[in-house]
Nanobody
Framework: VQLQASGGGSVQAGTSLRLSCTAS????????IGWFRQVSGMEREFVAA????????YYADSVKGRFIISRDSANNMGYLQMNDLKSEDTAVYYC?????????????????WGQGTQVTVSS
């Protein structure tokens, strides 16, 4: 499975962005999708995850109520809608795929990773 995150950019605080995760090479419908972010020099941080069937979603406390994770399994796509962005959301965002059947929130629980997309939020 190859993953590619896109949709990042430079925005003002309080605005929105939608990130997309495109999967290719294998059907993605049986994988959970996760979004992580990383600031240079820091560890990769969990942001949100959605189960393989879309029935369960989980968010980091820092983004709960502002970000929404979703998926379109028919088209091998995942999304992260980011609203009310804050300067502390600035990071490189990565999408990832997991065969873990539970709710995967840790880096090691993910099997496939895409290249990241930069999100910069200025206040």
């Amino acid at each position: 499975v190859q993953l590619q995150a896109s949709g990042g950019g430079s925005v003002q605080a309080g605005t929105s962005l939608r990130l997309s995760c495109t999967a290719s090479g294998h059907t993605f419908s049986s994988y959970a999708i996760g979004w992580f972010r990383q600031v240079s020099g820091m560890e990769r941080e969990f942001v949100a995850a959605i189960s393989w069937n879309g029935a369960n979603r989980y968010y980091a406390d820092s983004v709960k109520g502002r970000f929404i994770i979703s998926r379109d399994s028919a088209n091998n796509m995942g999304y992260l809608q980011m609203n009310d962005l804050k300067s502390e959301d600035t990071a490189v965002y990565y999408c990832a795929g997991s065969r873990f059947t539970g709710m995967a929130t840790r880096v090691y629980e993910y099997d496939y990773w895409g290249q990241g997309t930069q999100v910069t939020v200025s206040s």
